[in-house]
């Protein structure tokens, strides 16, 4: 059955007869320098992808030569077949990365997986299986690759109860219950699908946290997962809960500067070290929402965080301090909390902090400027934490490829630390000092056995972590691997499905929150529309994000309003405080404008609005027509998943339009434009 389990390392037959060939001969003589975790799972790969490429299994020669085609190991294990120049290159990879190529040896020609660390040959050995299944091996030319951002990491908001914050793809994959003596076979598989990503480090539990995680039989649970992962690289790290101190260690404070309060948190790392002598640390969620926090003895983020960094440090381990915090004190536009309260504190972190900054600064919108810390901050390490996880942008109902949307915020520019700063340079560290370096994605994997609820939400997982592996790489050509990894070679699904995921994110922009618009969801489940949501906190209903009235819509963050907009380098709060030279994607994310004001179509923002919204039903319709026209090419299980989830998109997506237009017509009071269908 196509049900999707095998993701992208669906190993399909070799058709064209010369790749079979080549492969054939190549995995008809394996030999393996050096013995160790990884190469067995390289192995165990190997052997799947022989199955599935050849539908034979692999051959291993038991002498380097003779027999052999294949060679595999690190540098060090090979350096006596590489010259003096090529190890020299090889090495300056780092220890992530690996070289691939045919070596001549007394004649007789070798193609070989090298990497500077077991763990890079794995990922040498990925690279290799996936241009086979993509069809663009050759034996000749050479590959090199290395990651350029040390932390690439998942964040799973799974609770322990297995239920998923913000998860649509059924519960959470870990099953404590039945840990440590269960081991479900999946756990495997996730990891495999992590590694072939260059996904290094994976955060098992919710931020909103439980303190039980930490406890003695949880470790044990832990430990488990983190032995399975080690082969594949992948560091396990956990999220602490502030006032565990309080909830299990029996104190009557969590003061990150009281003494036992120290000696509590310094003991449970040292007991989580001694299960797991690699734990990669804590990620920290801390005043914000309701989460405990230093705040409550009047500490700042810098002596929370450097408390537990302080336990850490000794073993190597880290914190990722979370900096989407919003306080119920302040009164302030939100956009602006998390700059306050960090700016004034930059300098004040321990080298083994990581302060984790989601791309914008509001909360995961189907469209934000970049978040207004990055470049703002000289010396604190500062991560990207994305969400994958499509809380906002239709859940796993709709499908939405987020890589051209990663692909933008990381190119926007900061103008800060340089001139010539983007997202990209601030986070992978070239334009900072910065010595840790992160990128993490909030997971949309549950027990689906797709993984994913939708299809296509497997393309995010793909992209988040080719992304985190290369922020420079685009988000089309991203799009084009997964297809032909996912649904084979065949030009005409290729051009199609393409098609299909380039225009997803804009059309879900235009018809839930076009120009700038922003959180109109409906409240606390963020699905469909709600711009009417009243009650509650201010900032918790949309009428506090639009502001429309019977003078105009949107957002002022400029001097006149919030003031939030100076939070940019001035190359951007001078230029964009006039709305004529901002960006007509965050228009109303900065000014609040009158209903006939001019846009640069001639249109009035009333009736671009409309034209908006149109547009994005009707690009929705066209996503089902070009699925559609894959029929006969796709095979009927995905076919039919997509294409009814696609159905449900449409009807959404005029939802969506007909009541935000309605709603935002009774200020307004006047026509739809003509050229689009009339919203009843
Ligand atoms: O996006 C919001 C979500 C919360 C989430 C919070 C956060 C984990 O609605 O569910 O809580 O952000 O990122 O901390």
């Known amino acids: 059955a196509n049900d999707g389990y095998k993701l992208w390392l669906d190993y399909q037959p070799i058709e064209r007869s010369e790749l079979h060939q080549t492969v054939s001969e190549l995995f008809s003589g394996i030999f393996f320098f050096g013995k160790n975790p990884s190469h067995e799972a390289i192995k165990k790969e190997l052997e799947l992808a022989s199955q599935g490429f050849l539908k034979q299994a692999p051959k291993y020669s038991a002498d380097r030569f003779q027999t052999t085609q294949l060679w595999i190991g690190t540098r060090q294990e090979l350096s006596q077949f590489l010259g003096l120049e090529h190890q020299a290159k090889i090495k300056a990879l780092g220890e992530e990365g690996y070289w691939r190529g045919s070596i001549i040896h007394e004649g007789k020609s070798y193609y070989a997986l090298i990497g500077n660390s077991p763990v890079s040959t794995l990922y040498a050995s990925f690279d290799f299986l996936k241009s086979i299944q993509s069809n663009t091996f050759d034996k000749d030319t050479e590959k090199t690759d290395y990651p350029k951002i040390k932390l690439r990491m998942l964040n799973h908001w799974d609770n322990l109860d297995r239920t998923v914050e913000r998860g649509y793809a059924g519960f959470s994959i870990w099953d404590w219950h039945r840990l440590p003596g269960y081991v479900d076979p999946r756990y495997i598989d996730y990891a495999r699908a992590n590694a072939s990503l260059g996904i290094n480090a994976v955060s098992l539990t919710n931020v909103n946290a439980n303190a039980w995680i930490l406890r003695e039989d949880f470790v044990e649970k832990v430990k488990v997962l983190a032995d399975l992962f080690r082969p594949y690289g992948i560091k396990v790290f956990l999220t602490a809960r502030f006032s565990a101190p309080i909830e299990m260690g029996n104190l009557e404070t969590a003061d990150p500067l009281d003494e036992q309060v120290r000696s509590f948190w310094k003991e449970r790392v040292d007991m989580i070290y001694e299960a797991i002598p690699d734990f990669g640390g804590f990620l920290v969620k801390a005043n914000s929402e309701g ?70 600064a509001i909360d995961f919108q189907p469209r934000e400027p970049f978040h207004p810390l990055f470049g703002a901050v000289k010396e604190t390490n500062l991560g990207m934490e994305f969400q994958i996880t499509q809380e906002y942008l239709g859940q796993a109902t709709q499908l939405v490829y987020l890589g051209t949307m990663w692909e933008e915020i990381l190119m926007d520019k900061t103008y800060r630390p340089k001139p010539s700063s983007t997202v990209a340079r601030v986070i992978d560290g070239s334009d900072t000092e910065q010595n840790l370096t992160l990128m993490a994605g909030v997971s949309n994997i549950g027990t689906d056995r797709n993984w994913t609820g939708h299809l296509f939400g497997q393309a995010n997982w793909y992209a988040f972590g080719q992304l985190a592996w290369d922020p420079d790489r685009s988000a089309a050509e991203i799009s084009e691997e997964w297809i032909k990894l996912t649904f084979g070679q065949k030009p005409e699904i290729q051009a199609k499905i393409k098609e299909i995921m380039l225009a997803s994110h804009e059309a879900a922009v235009n018809y839930m929150t076009p120009l700038g618009l922003h959180h109109l969801m409906g409240r606390s489940h963020h699905y469909g529309p709600g711009p009417w949501v009243e009650g509650g906190r201010a900032d918790w209903t949309s009428l506090y994000y639009h502001r429309a009235d019977s003078l105009g819509i949107g957002f002022d963050r400029t001097e006149t309003g919030s003031g939030a907009l100076n939070q940019y380098a001035n190359e951007i709060s001078k230029t964009w405080s006039d709305p004529k030279k901002t960006p007509e994607k965050f228009l109303l994310w900065f000014h609040h404008l009158p209903w006939d004001y001019q846009m640069q179509s001639g249109n009035t923002l009333w009736e671009e609005i409309g034209l908006h919204y149109d547009k994005g039903v009707k690009t929705a319709r066209e996503m089902r027509s070009n699925w559609r026209e894959l029929e006969k090419l796709v095979d009927s299980e995905r076919f039919s998943h997509v294409d009814q989830l696609l159905g449900v998109q449409i009807e959404e997506a005029e939802w969506w339009r007909n009541s935000s237009l309605l709603y935002f017509q009774t200020f307004a009071k006047r026509p739809f434009p003509d050229s689009i269908e009339q919203p009843e």
């Open 291 to 360: 989460q405990p926090g230093p705040h409550e003895y009047n500490r700042d983020h810098a002596e929370g965080a450097n408390m537990l960094a302080d336990a850490l440090a000794p073993h190597g381990g880290i914190v990722i301090w979370r900096a989407f915090v919003y306080s119920h004190e302040i009164d302030e536009d939100r956009h602006k909390q998390a700059n306050l309260e960090f700016e004034p504190l930059d300098g004040k972190f321990r080298d083994n902090v990581i302060v984790q900054v989601k791309n914008g």
